[in-house]
């Protein structure tokens, strides 16, 4: 299994704990990387391409992982995500609260896929 690493970025002071960002994942197409840190209670990671997604998913979903393709992905892109990451604010909207609510509730479910075999 690979080893992923996640480096921890500044946590702004006014983020609510379950709400601040956490750090970056970086694997060949970044998607290993997504699947496993989503495994991990809390996280909401997500792999981005561009700085509009990376600002929209903290803004409206409350990622707390940044995930990007080191085989996919250039160094000018990525700093541009990671910049857009950083720098953005979840909206506490009601319609926003409620989607990570809704996360959070199926961290804690019994439900379970049932992979094809």
């Not at 480096?7 to 994942?25: H, I, K, N, Y």
Request: proline share 3%.
């Amino acid at each position: 299994m690979t080893t992923i690493p996640i480096s921890r970025s500044r946590l702004p002071a006014q983020w609510p704990a379950d709400l601040r960002r956490e750090g970056f994942c970086s694997a060949g197409s970044g998607v290993g990387a997504s699947v496993a840190a989503n495994k991990v209670n809390g996280a909401r990671a997500a792999l981005c391409h561009d700085d509009y997604s990376a600002r929209q998913g903290v803004e409206d979903d409350g990622i707390n992982i940044l995930c990007f393709g080191g085989r996919t992905t250039g160094i000018a892109v990525a700093l541009d995500c990671a910049r857009s990451f950083l720098s953005a604010s979840f909206s506490r909207k009601a319609r926003h609260r409620r989607r990570v609510e809704k996360v959070k509730q199926l961290e804690g479910s019994a439900v379970t896929f049932q992979e094809k075999t």
